[in-house]
């Protein structure tokens, strides 16, 4: 594709023309898709979603108005980055109601607390490489 169709695109429609130009991504609610041995996850590489799943690693369960505390973030971008790990199947949503009042809570999944491990046995290696130079 020549780079003035791109750009062309890219002025019509913003939103095709990024996606066109981004490389194509494992289908959602697949789980993580095989990575070589340098590439990193990027589901969980996001800061937001790094400290999602870290924080639920430690934790049984938290509810939004937990997570949102903790990470110091917005409800809109703290629900995109959940829903995103929720595709991803390395996090679960539970809504509930406490009263009348509803209740969002997540919990690490066993994928999720996998996906963790590999995540921090790769940056544990990356260290050590970069320390030994």
Do not use: W
Request: proline fraction near 3%; include cysteine.
């Amino acid at each position: 594709m020549a780079d003035g169709s791109v750009a062309r695109r890219r002025r019509e429609d913003p939103a095709r023309a990024t996606e066109e130009a981004r490389p194509a991504a494992a289908p959602r609610g697949s789980g993580a898709r095989r990575r070589s041995a340098v590439e990193l996850d990027r589901v969980i590489h996001e800061r937001v979603r790094l400290g999602i799943v870290s924080a639920l690693a430690v934790n049984d369960k938290l509810s939004f108005n937990d997570l949102k505390r903790l990470l110091d973030t917005s409800d809109g971008n703290l629900s995109v980055h959940a829903r995103r790990l929720e595709e991803a199947g390395y996090i679960e949503c539970i809504k509930s109601f406490r009263g009348r009042v509803p209740r969002t809570e997540y919990r690490l999944t066993a994928e999720g607390r996998r996906a963790l491990e590999r995540y921090l046995d790769h940056m544990e290696a990356l260290i050590r490489h970069v320390r030994s130079q």
